[in-house]
T-cell receptor, first 113, second 114 residues
Framework: NAGVTQTPKFQVLKTGQSMTLQCAQD?????MYWYRQDPGMGLRLIYY???????DKGEVPNGYNVSRLNKREFSLRLESAAPSQTSVYFC????????????FGPGTRLTVL | GESVGLHLPTLSVQEGDNSIINCAYS??????FIWYKQESGKGPQFIID?????DKRQGQRVTVLLNKTVKHLSLQIAATQPGDSAVYFC?????????????FGKGTLLTVNP
């Protein structure tokens, strides 16, 4: 099993450009999450999907949109990138709910110039 | 708002020693806590969790202690090894809130010297 995979690993954007971060899990998990991690900071939840067909805002949703494409895939879209969105983005999944072990992907390092 | 924080941002120990990583939380409504380890360039990895109806929980070489009176959480690592070098995060979940929303602390960097 690959676990949680994310693409791309690195990305550089110019202000105003758009892009989609892809995430997939092969553990048949119901719940999926997107976090961002800034230097010297803990992870902050952007959006989550409790189950296929549902998405909800986390702590810092502004400037982002998500799509739970199917049970395996959960994408994060930046419609108009801003320098404040420079960060490392992690996708995670869990069997059911946040009160369970979340399995994290390797991260996408995004720089917005 | 209230948030999870850490007493020590860095901790350096000798291989074989025991390590104690501390975490203070200010929200008394939190009733679930979890520790993650993050190695350089990787995603976080689950270590252990604990619910507020417990004071202590043990795993393999790790123990989490919860003191609700002073709102303090600690992670003890026995016989620390070089492979334990990483950033350790505690996180909390609020009772009555969304089970899906974890609030993470800023992390403690553990360095194990051989």
């Amino acid at each position: 099993n690959a676990g949680v995979t994310q693409t791309p690993k690195f990305q550089v954007l110019k202000t105003g450009q758009s892009m989609t971060l892809q995430c997939a899990q092969d553990m048949n998990h119901n719940s999926m999450y997107w976090y961002r991690q800034d230097p010297g900071m803990g992870l902050r939840l952007i959006y989550y999907s409790a189950s296929e067909g549902t998405t909800d805002k986390g702590e810092v949703p502004n400037g982002y949109n998500v799509s739970r494409l199917n049970k395996r895939e959960f994408s994060l879209r930046l419609e108009s990138a801003a320098p404040s969105q420079t960060s490392v983005y992690f996708c995670a999944s869990s069997e059911a709910g946040g009160r369970a072990e979340q399995f994290f992907g390797p991260g996408t390092r995004l720089t917005v110039l | 708002g209230e948030s999870v924080g850490l007493h020590l941002p860095t901790l350096s120990v000798q291989e074989g020693d025991n390590s104690i990583i501390n975490c203070a939380y200010s929200n008394s409504a939190s009733d679930y806590f979890i520790w993650y380890k993050q190695e350089s360039g990787k995603g976080p990895q689950f270590i252990i969790d604990i619910r507020s109806n417990m004071d202590k929980r043990q795993g393999q070489r790790v123990t989490v202690l919860l003191n609700k009176t002073v709102k303090h959480l600690s992670l003890q690592i026995a016989a620390t090894q070089p492979g334990d070098s990483a950033v350790y995060f505690c996180a909390e979940n609020l009772a009555g809130g969304s089970n899906y929303k974890l609030t993470f602390g800023k992390g403690t960097l553990l360095t194990v010297n051989p």
